[in-house]
C-alpha cells in the first residue's frame, strides 16, 4: 500500500494565507478542512503554515508532503454518513524549537491574514517571560514575539493587520488572549506605537468549535479505510458528521474569512454568547451531570449510553425536560427555543453515533470543575423558572458524589470502587478535588441517611467549589441526599429506575 503523499494525490499550491499554532485533530478536523473546501471551490485560495509548539518531530507532516485524509462517520437523520476527503491546506509544518526564525520570517509575508490556534486551555495562560527567547516558552509569548516582528516590518500599517481566531475551549478566547499579549507587551516594554497597532489593526474574536474528532482509529478500521483509499495515511483523521465554528466578528473579519462562504457550519455574528451557551449547557452540561452514573452502570463510552434503555432514558429527559427550557434565548431567525431543542435532538443523534469511540472516563477529567462550570448556573436557572428541584439533575448530581467517593490512594492518584453487575469496577478519579472528596467522606455511614446527608450539605455548602451555596436552593441538598443514599445501599440502576418510572 502507498503511503499518501503529492505523488499519489496531486494537488494545488497557494499563497501561505493562515499561520496555525497547533498539529491537532480538533484543527485538521475543523479549520482545516473548511480552509481546505473552499480552497477546491475558487474562494479562499490560501494555505496554512502549521507551528508545533510542543516536544515531537514533524516527520510524518514531511513524509506526506503535508497531506492528510479527514474520514467523517457518523448518523445524520437516521442515516449512515461515510465521506473521505483528502486534504491538502496546510503548506509546511514548522516545529517552533528548531525553526523558530522561520516562523518570525513568516510574520513580514505581505499575503498572511489569519491567525489560529488550539494550544488547549492549558496553553491559553498567561508566563511573564522575554518574548526574545528562541523561542518563547508559552504559545502568547510565541504569539507576542510573532506580532512584534510583524510590527517592526510593517510600521503599524493598516493593511497588514491581522486577524487571531484561538478555538481553545475557554470562554472569551479571543479577549483573554489579548490580554495576555498586552500585558505581555507592557512586560517585555514594546512601545506605545506597538500597542497602538495592536488595539487598531489585530483583531482578536472569539470563538467556538464543535466537532468530536477523535483522532486516529484502531488499526482494524484504519486498514479498511486504506483499502477503500488506495493508500496509506499515519495522519489519518475520523471525526463526526456535525461541524460548528463560531466566530465573534464584524464585516471586516466576514471579508479576511471569505472561506466562510461556501460553510454553513461557520457562523460569523457580533455577539456568539448563545452558540457558546447552548454547547455549554446542552451537550457538554449533560455529559456532566449523566455521565458518571452511567458509568456506574457499567457503560464504557458514550455510544454505550445510548444502546442502554436505561441511561438512553436519563440522558433524553435530562437534557429534553431539564436543560433545554432553561438555555437563555438568543437571536437566531427568530426561533430561538426551537433552535435550543433542535440543537439537543442533533446532540442525542450525535451521542448514538457508532463510530465514535467516547470514554465515559475520559469525560470525567477535572468533573468537579466541569460541574461548576458547566451545571451550577442551570440548576439555579431551573429554579428560577419552575421553583421546584429538579428530578433529574439531582439525580445526576447524586451520580456525581457517588462517583467521587475515593476508597484508597495509588501511585497514580485516588481510585474509586463500585458494584456493577456482580462485580467490583475500580477507576481513577482523575480529578483536584479527590484529596477533598476522600477525606470528607471518612467517617460517614453509608448505611445512615442523616450521615449521609450531613455530608451531602458540607459539599453543597461549600462556596469555593460551587461559587454559591447550593443549600440555599430549597429542596435541593435533601433530595440529592435521598438520591446518593439509595444509590450508596440499593445501587444506581435501582435509583435510575425509580426516579424515571
Known amino acids: ?29 475543523l479549520p482545516d478542512v473548511y480552509i481546505d473546501n473552499a ?24 513524509e506526506q508532503d503535508n497531506l492528510y485524509t479527514v474520514a467523517v462517520r457518523g448518523m445524520q437523520r437516521g442515516e449512515p454518513v461515510e465521506q473521505l476527503t ?49 523561542p518563547p516558552r508559552s504559545f502568547p509569548g510565541k504569539l507576542t514575539a510573532f506580532l512584534y516582528e510583524r510590527f517592526k516590518d510593517v510600521g503599524g500599517s493598516r493593511n497588514r493587520g491581522l486577524v487571531v481566531i484561538p478555538t481553545e475551549l475557554v ?26 497597532w495592536l488595539k487598531f489593526h489585530v483583531r482578536f474574536c472569539n470563538s467556538l468549535v464543535d466537532r468530536i474528532v477523535p483522532g486516529l482509529p484502531d488499526a482494524e478500521t484504519r486498514d479498511q479505510l486504506a483499502q477503500k483509499l488506495g493508500y496509506d495515511d499515519a495522519l489519518l483523521t475520523v471525526a463526526e458528521p456535525y461541524n460548528l465554528w463560531a466566530i465573534e466578528g464584524d464585516d471586516r473579519v466576514r471579508d479576511v474569512l471569505s472561506f466562510a462562504q461556501v ?90 453515533n457508532p463510530y465514535i469511540e467516547h470514554f465515559l472516563l475520559n469525560i470525567t477529567v477535572h468533573q468537579t470543575a466541569k460541574m461548576q462550570a ?18 433529574l439533575m439531582s439525580t445526576g448530581f447524586a451520580g456525581y458524589l457517588r462517583f467521587m467517593k475515593p476508597v484508597t490512594k495509588t501511585d497514580e492518584g485516588y481510585v474509586g470502587e463500585a458494584s456493577v453487575g456482580g462485580g467490583i469496577l475500580t477507576y481513577p478519579l482523575r480529578d483536584d478535588t479527590a484529596a477533598l472528596f476522600h477525606e470528607r467522606w471518612q467517617g460517614v455511614s453509608t448505611a445512615n441517611l442523616n ?33 446518593l443514599y439509595q444509590m450508596l445501599n440499593e445501587g444506581v440502576e435501582t435509583t435510575l429506575r425509580a426516579v424515571l418510572s
Not at 454 to 465: E, G, I, M, S, Y
Request: hydrophobic residues 40%.
Open 86 to 134: 483528502t486534504v491538502s491546506a496546510i503548506s509546511r509544518v514548522l516545529s517552533a524549537q528548531s525553526n523558530w526564525s522561520d516562523v518570525l520570517r513568516l510574520a513580514k509575508s505581505p499575503s498572511l491574514q489569519v491567525i489560529i490556534s488550539n494550544t488547549t486551555e492549558v496553553g491559553l495562560t498567561y508566563v511573564e517571560e522575554s518574548i526574545f527567547n528562541t
Open 1 to 29: 500500500m502507498p503511503t499518501l503523499n503529492r505523488s499519489t494525490h496531486k494537488a494545488e499550491t497557494y499563497p501561505e494565507r493562515v499561520l496555525q499554532f497547533g498539529t491537532g485533530v480538533l484543527l485538521r478536523g
Open 39 to 62: 480552497n477546491k471551490q475558487g474562494i479562499f485560495n490560501g494555505s496554512i503554515v502549521v507551528v508545533k509548539s510542543t516536544d515531537g518531530t514533524t516527520d510524518a507532516f514531511v
Open 374 to 391: 458547566r451545571n451550577v448556573k442551570t440548576i439555579q436557572r431551573y429554579y428560577k423558572k419552575f421553583n421546584a428541584v429538579p428530578p
Open 263 to 352: 460553510n454553513p457550519g461557520i457562523i460569523i455574528d457580533e455577539d456568539i454568547t448563545f452558540y457558546r451557551e447552548r454547547k455549554l449547557r446542552v451537550l457538554n452540561g449533560t455529559h456532566s451531570f449523566t455521565v458518571p452514573a452511567c458509568y456506574l452502570l457499567g457503560n464504557e463510552t458514550v455510544y454505550e449510553n445510548t444502546q442502554n434503555p436505561l441511561s438512553a432514558k436519563f440522558i433524553e429527559r435530562l437534557m429534553l425536560d431539564e436543560i433545554v427550557p432553561t438555555v437563555p434565548p438568543g437571536l437566531v431567525d427568530g426561533t430561538d427555543t426551537e433552535a435550543v431543542r433542535a440543537f439537543a435532538l442533533d446532540v442525542l443523534e450525535r451521542f448514538r
Open 451 to 483: 450521615s449521609v446527608q450531613a455530608f451531602v450539605n458540607t459539599v453543597l455548602a461549600d462556596q469555593a467549589l460551587w461559587q454559591t451555596d447550593l443549600t440555599e436552593l430549597p429542596g435541593f441538598a435533601e433530595t440529592v441526599g435521598q438520591r
Open 171 to 196: 470562554t472569551d478566547n479571543g479577549l483573554k488572549l489579548r490580554e495576555m499579549v498586552e500585558k505581555l507587551a507592557r512586560y517585555n516594554e514594546l512601545g506605545k506605537l506597538f500597542s497602538k
